[in-house]
């Protein structure tokens, strides 16, 4: 099979590698816009299912992913001046860097015999009249996807929040949560390890606050600096990284969460970010997007005709993806309604941000959701490990 894949991100080059792995006479090619080596984002959170999944499937990439993951076991959330807590034992994952991930994926890719092509922008897939497939890996924005809104039925909901992807140096030694009141309403950030010694960080706050702050009107190193001192309690004088725009500015943005109601047109066939995306506050992007590749090429090798293999994708992929990108949502909701939790006792807070995805949540009295999880014993997360410690600064 001829296959084109444009885009170099996880979901292409996994699909590339998994493909060949299958049958290496695939004759399949990468095309990538941007240079080798240059990535967005810095660090991405995975769970232990990732792990065995990618293990099962190709372990030589797995074992080089595990090899510069780093492990976390525990949270810490700080409440401006009011708590700091710490849940030990409460959620066990690791992080990665995106730019290794990637690196190591190409690596694997080339030596299995794809051939990969950066600084090649794809903008339509009549560049590639003799492929027999053509898969849409391009992302969020992807362009083969938007050329064909109306036939893939796309539909993107742009959320109300303004957030921010960074660096630092700081090592959280914890997944960290840290929320600031301003004069302007609140502003938070999470932090995790993604190696020895890089954390990722990434701020959002409602618009009126970005606003206020002065977000809006500033250039990347006064908002760099702004949210060093907003978060100076947890970045202990270590700065921030951004990654500058055109224009000089931060890289603010809204994050879109993207649905299709079919997946595939004639032999173009979509993957990863340009057919769902789901708030990065559940996590889970990347290894959907990995989800979504063992889906696919399961479906290319069970049914010799490509229209059948791409409906069983759609049919399947689609169905599956559903409950993760609704629990996104209402996680989105839950920091959009921060409003709403933010001054309830520190522990019913924190207890409910480990219950952000749960749709009764949004429609239950936050004190009475808490109230009867707690005697029917569903709230689980905070109870594993003994409970959360507590480290109050000031009266609850
Ligand atoms: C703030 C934030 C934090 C996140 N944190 C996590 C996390 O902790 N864990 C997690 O699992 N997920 C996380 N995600 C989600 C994750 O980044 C994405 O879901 C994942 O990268 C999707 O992979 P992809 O290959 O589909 O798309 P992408 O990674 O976006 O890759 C698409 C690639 O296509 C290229 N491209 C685009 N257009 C073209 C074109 N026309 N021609 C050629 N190339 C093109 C792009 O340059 C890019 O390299 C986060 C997302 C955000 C925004």
Known sequence: MKVVCVGGGPASLYFSILMKRVDPSHDITVYERNPAGSSYGWGVTYWDELFHFLHGVDPESARAISECSVRWDSWIVHLHDRATITV???????????????????????????????????????????????????GVNSVLRERHAAHFGTEIAVGRNKYVWLGTTKVFDSFTFAFTETPHGWIWCY??????????????????????????????????????????????????????????????????TVTNRRWYRDNVVLLGDAAHTTHYSVGAGTTLALGDVAFLVDALHGDPRLAGALARYERERRSVIRAPQRAARYSARWYENLPRYIDLPPHQMITLLDQRNSRVLAYTPPWLYYRIGQITGRLSALRSGGGPTWQSRSSE
């Not at 409602?206 to 190193?221: I, K, M, Q, V, Y």
């Open 88 to 138: 030990e034992h409460g959620d066990e994952g690791s992080g990665v860097s995106r730019r290794r991930l990637l690196d190591i994926f190409t690596e694997r890719a080339r030596a299995l015999g794809v051939r990969i092509e950066f600084e090649r922008e794809v903008t339509d897939e009549r560049e590639f009249p003799d492929a027999d497939l053509i898969v849409a890996g391009d």
């Open 191 to 256: 932090g995790y390890r993604y190696d020895q010694d890089r954390s990722t960080v990434v701020v959002e706050c409602s618009p009126d606050t970005w606003r206020g702050l002065g977000f809006h009107e500033a250039n990347e190193a006064d908002s760099l600096a702004l949210m060093e001192k907003l978060f100076a309690d947890i970045l202990d004088g270590h700065s921030l990284m951004g990654r500058t725009q055109i224009d000089g500015s931060a890289h603010w943005l809204n994050f879109r």
